[in-house]
Structures are given as structure tokens and as C-alpha cells.
Nanobody
């Protein structure tokens, strides 16, 4: 059974930082492309960051220079370090694993940026 479990969300003030984690089981983690998506109320889900099995990372323009995606294959875990958070970063953040036509989602974790 495949499971992706996110953690680390919460309430943070503008300018603050959070680190999200997504721990997986039931997949050969090192072979999967790992993504972080987010969905704000009333908006479509958008891809925020992606890291390939080789460790190459890409980001949506709105988070470049502020967010960092990384992976630890020994722990089957992908991270999203979020710095300089803005109110517009408020959303439910989802972890996604992708490999050759297969894709799996986590349940999501809420991130709220507010003073």
C-alpha cells in the first residue's frame, strides 16, 4: 500500500519560515520524481516545486529564491523549506510522487501565512 504523509504545516507570520516533510512508503522512493503542489481557496492546484530522482530541482516563478525542495532517499522523504513567506503562500500543500504513468498524492497540510 502506497502512503505519502505530509507534516510541518501551520500558522506563520509574514516573513517567517516553515519546513514541510513528506514521508513515503510502498514505493521505490529513489526512482520517483517528487513534487509539491498547493491549492488556495477558490484556485486551481498548482505545481510549486519538483525534484527529479537525480536531484535536479525546478520551481514556479513565484517561489524562486524563497523555497527549496530537497530529498533524502535513505529516509524516503522529500522536504520543502519555505522562507520569506507571504500571505499569498497560504494554501493546502500536497506531496505528489510520479513515475512512468503512476502518480500518488498525500492528504495535504495547511499552511497559513497571516499576522
Amino acid at each position: 500500500q502506497v502512503q505519502l504523509v505530509e507534516s510541518g504545516g501551520g500558522l506563520v507570520q509574514p516573513g517567517g519560515s516553515l519546513t514541510l516533510s513528506c514521508t513515503t512508503s510502498g514505493i521505490i522512493f529513489s526512482t520517483y520524481v517528487m513534487n509539491w503542489y498547493r491549492q488556495a481557496p477558490g484556485k486551481q492546484r498548482e505545481l510549486v516545486a519538483e525534484i527529479t530522482s537525480a536531484g535536479s530541482a525546478n520551481y514556479v516563478d513565484s517561489v524562486k529564491g524563497r523555497f527549496t525542495i530537497s530529498r533524502d532517499n535513505a529516509k524516503n522523504t522529500v522536504y520543502l523549506q519555505m522562507n520569506s513567506l507571504k500571505p499569498e503562500d497560504t494554501a493546502v500543500y500536497y506531496c505528489h510522487a510520479r513515475f512512468v504513468g503512476r502518480g500518488y498524492w498525500g492528504q495535504g497540510t495547511q499552511v497559513t501565512v497571516s499576522s
